[in-house]
């Protein structure tokens, strides 16, 4: 079964770092370019950051440039995003999501389940 | 702010065709194709409709997807209880580097 699972997330002061991990599982995941999306306590989602599929090449929203930083070890099937400098308006729930290849060019075909991250003193 | 605009709300009964607009520009949806996400309450998001009308294997031929122009529009006939779920619209922006983005999401209540 294809799947990517997050964990890593918790509460955390302003100020502070949290590392989420997502680990895939039933796909050839170095194949794969992967993104972490974020969904703030009833509102929408949004894009945070993307990766190649070697870790080569790395984008970031603006919201989270230079305290983001998203890599891979596709050798451990996992993907990460180290996030430092934590903010209050970084609270939400943080999932990982591959991009479709061939068969669904450009959109998300599989998501995680997520993992909540709460900023709060 | 969300760069393409949904409605916040929609609404029909059951068995009622209801449809959802997304509005971009022509970095956007002008000029790359579109997506459709469906969440239901309490869980992750799920792809619906990719490159702008196609559904991928197990959603229903109820929903379908079109594109004319900076816009976007999702339809569901026939609409169902379990329809009841936020809807989002994305697509990638040549003006953000070729990143992606979201619509502000289109909560659809079935009465």
């Known amino acids: 079964e294809v799947q990517l699972v997050e964990s890593g997330g918790g509460l955390v002061q302003p100020g502070g770092s949290l590392r989420l991990s997502c680990a895939a599982s039933g796909f050839t995941f170095s194949s794969y370019w992967m993104h972490w999306v974020r969904q703030a306590p009833g509102k929408g989602l949004v894009w945070v950051s993307r990766?190649?599929?070697?870790?080569?090449?790395?984008n970031y929203a603006d919201s989270v440039k230079g305290r983001f930083t998203i890599s891979r070890d596709n050798a451990k099937n996992t993907l990460y995003l180290q996030m430092n400098s934590l903010r209050a308006e970084d609270t939400a729930v943080y999932y990982c999501t591959r991009v479709g290849q061939l068969l669904y060019p450009g959109a998300f075909d599989i998501w995680g389940q997520g993992t909540m991250v709460t900023v709060s003193s | 702010q969300s760069v393409l605009t949904q409605p916040p709300s929609a609404s029909g009964t059951p068995g009622q065709r209801v449809t959802i607009s997304c509005s971009g520009s022509s970095s956007n949806i002008g000029s790359n194709t579109v997506t459709w996400y469906q969440q239901l309450p309490g869980t992750a998001p799920k792809l619906l409709i990719y490159s702008n009308s196609h559904r991928p294997s197990g959603v229903p031929d109820r929903f379908s997807g079109s594109k004319s122009g900076t816009s976007a529009s999702l339809a569901i006939s026939g609409l169902q209880s379990e329809d009841e779920a936020d809807y989002y619209c994305a697509a990638w922006d040549d003006s953000l580097n070729g990143l992606v983005i979201f619509g502000g999401g289109t909560k659809l209540t079935v009465l």
């Open positions: 990766s190649n599929s070697d870790g080569s090449r790395t």
